[in-house]
């Protein structure tokens, strides 16, 4: 699943930075699959959109792999923001989680 996330998203966007972290084990009833992933994508594409149009673009980009993921989450920078801050939010634990 993960290959196919970053084929998805290396066809449709100019890609400088890409990380996905696979954070399915960290949440309840996880059976081995990918289902809670992470995004971190760096691309001068995001430049002169809001966070929200980023957000688009990635889903627009996922296509099809959305349905097959329970949880998505994406931070989009630009390569200038990138630079200026690397950190992003950390995932909240799962409530689910035993």
Same mark, same amino acid.
């Given at each position: 699943?993960?290959?196919?996330?970053?084929?998805?998203?290396?066809?449709?966007?100019?890609?400088?930075? !890409? *990380?996905?972290?696979?954070?399915?084990?960290?949440?309840? %009833?996880?059976?081995? #699959?990918?289902? =809670?992933?992470?995004? @971190?994508?760096?691309?001068?594409?995001?430049?002169?959109?809001?966070? !929200? *149009?980023?957000?688009?673009?990635?889903?627009?980009?996922? %296509?099809?792999?959305? #349905?097959?993921? =329970?949880?998505?989450? @994406?931070?989009?920078?630009?390569?200038?923001?990138?630079?200026?801050?690397?950190?992003?939010?950390?995932?909240?634990?799962?409530?689910?989680?035993?």
């Amino acid at each position: 699943m993960i290959d196919k996330i970053k084929d998805n998203l290396s066809k449709a966007i100019n890609i400088s930075e !890409l *990380d996905i972290v696979d954070e399915s084990p960290n949440h309840g %009833g996880y059976d081995g #699959s990918v289902s =809670h992933v992470k995004i @971190i994508i760096v691309s001068d594409d995001f430049k002169e959109n809001r966070l !929200l *149009d980023r957000h688009k673009i990635v889903y627009e980009a996922l %296509g099809s792999l959305v #349905s097959e993921i =329970h949880a998505i989450s @994406i931070v989009a920078k630009t390569k200038q923001e990138w630079f200026e801050s690397s950190e992003f939010q950390q995932s909240p634990p799962c409530g689910k989680k035993s």
